[in-house]
């Protein structure tokens, strides 16, 4: 019971601290990885809230594929 209370606030400092990552990074390539970390967290929240049919499509769509695509879009531009 504690536990569970203390992934509920824990969880959500976690994403805001990824998303303000995410914004705050100038290299593409780690806000990348931050955001599919704001996603994997993200499932597990909805995992914790009882919701493991949105979490794994979370996971799978918005943690792996949306991260690959935008890793090989990324690394098939030219840098600066």
Known sequence: MIESELLHIVIP???VV???LVL?????IIATIALGALSLLLSLEFFIL??????IAEAGIGAA????IF??????TKRM
């Open 13 to 15: 400092i976690l994403l």
């Open 18 to 20: 990824c998303a303000l």
């Open 24 to 28: 705050i990074v100038n290299d593409l």
């Open 50 to 55: 009882q919701a493991p049919d949105v979490a």
């Open 65 to 68: 594929i949306t991260t690959a």
């Open 71 to 76: 890793i090989i879009a990324i690394k098939a």
